[in-house]
């Protein structure tokens, strides 16, 4: 089975290229290196130990496309490639909507072409806005708070009406809570660009001393110690999630919407702590004003994923913070190498 994985040079697309390639998939990687590095596809090669087929490529060109479906019988897209800056999408909210929405829409019109209908698509927790309680269940109202948001759920639509139009389709929409963590090999992780945006990564950065200290987002929201509380999830725990679904695409009979979390909520101080233990390093902090749009509480109800695809998180915050740690200590500049 040959599986066509969009956005493949990024991070989690990378973290999931490994686990087909080693579960004896066939993989071809599309990308166009806007957001991820050569060397990580290097990396993934040397995880897997041998190369792996790639082609610079945008999902908003057909003709890009094309050529790749041209060439190679593709059995089902894994599509990643999306832009993800939430405060970039308030800036510039029609390169999301063009990347991320038209981008997918053109994806799927050129599958079609080829009779490729099977897509497992990369949605978000943010759908679910600022739910009405915890833990989130799939059914829960949805609710964009920013262009990046909505273009998640505008795509999560049009999937929906392409497979009303042509019930072929299998389409599975994964909505991933907090992706954390890196390959036990410390060998690929995330590497973003510029001062992170993200919690763990700015953690990290900090411990491995790039970045003075962390501000703390807030100590004054109703949890447990006043700051925000998330679903981490590990890298390698999210990656098996989509094997687990490319494994049942062709029992679903219908569009289905999976939570992809742990199904606990870890404070902003607990992850402080759990990445001082891991790491052995201070991670010194300071509490900062809330961040605008930040919600105080979001986990998932990880059931039905359990129910549906027989996937549930193994690894730990202990685990999550290890292997967060190896990557950063071994690559202190990413693949800036
Ligand atoms: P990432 O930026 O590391 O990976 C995305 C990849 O897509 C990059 O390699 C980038 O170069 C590529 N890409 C972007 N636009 C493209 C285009 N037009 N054509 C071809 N390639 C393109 O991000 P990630 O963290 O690996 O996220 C993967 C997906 O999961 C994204 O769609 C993201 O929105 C979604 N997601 C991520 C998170 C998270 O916290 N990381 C949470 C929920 C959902
Ligand atoms: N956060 C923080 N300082 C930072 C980055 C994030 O205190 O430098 C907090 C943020 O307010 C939230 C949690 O960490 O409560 C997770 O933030 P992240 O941006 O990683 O994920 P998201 O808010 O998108 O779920």
Not at 102 to 115: F, K, P, Q, R, T
């Amino acid at each position: 089975m040959k599986v066509l994985v969009t956005g493949g040079a990024g991070y989690i697309g990378s973290h999931t290229v490994v686990l087909l390639i080693e579960a004896g998939y066939e993989v071809l990687v599309f990308d166009n290196f806007c957001n991820a590095s050569r060397e990580s596809i290097r990396r993934v090669e040397k995880i897997i130990n041998k190369p792996i087929e790639v082609v610079e490529g945008d999902i908003r060109n057909r003709e890009d496309l094309r050529a790749v479906f041209e060439k190679h019988k593709i059995d089902a897209v894994i599509h990643f490639a999306g832009l993800k800056a939430v405060g970039e999408s308030v800036e510039l909210p029609l390169k999301y909507y063009d990347n991320n929405v038209n981008g997918s829409a053109v994806l799927c019109e050129v599958m079609a072409e080829y009779n490729c209908k099977s897509i497992i698509f990369s949605s978000s927790a943010t759908v679910y806005g600022d739910p009405h309680t915890t833990p989130i269940l799939e059914n829960f109202p949805l609710f964009a708070t920013n262009p990046y948001g909505r273009s998640k759920l505008m795509v999560e639509e049009i999937l929906r009406d392409v497979y009303v139009s042509d019930n072929e389709w299998k389409i599975v929409l994964l909505r991933y809570f907090n992706p954390v963590g890196a390959h036990a090999s410390g060998t690929i992780g995330e590497d973003p660009n510029g001062i992170p945006n993200n919690l763990m990564p700015f953690i990290a950065q900090t411990a491995v001393g790039k970045r003075e200290y962390l501000s703390v987002f807030g100590d004054d929201y109703d949890t447990k110690d006043g700051t925000g509380v998330r679903d981490y999830i590990h890298v390698v725990d999210l990656a098996k999630g989509h094997l687990n679904a490319l494994e049942r695409l062709e029992n679903f009979s219908e569009v289905m919407t999976v939570n992809l979390g742990a199904g606990k909520g870890y404070s902003v101080l607990e992850m402080v702590t759990a990445f001082e233990k891991a790491s052995g390093k201070k991670v010194p902090y300071k509490i900062a004003s809330r961040r605008a749009g930040d919600i105080a509480t979001c986990f998932a109800d990880p059931s039905y994923a359990k129910e549906l695809l027989g996937w549930e998180a193994t690894l730990g915050i202990d685990e999550m913070c290890r292997d967060g740690w190896h990557w950063q200590s071994q690559n202190p500049s990413g693949y800036n190498i």
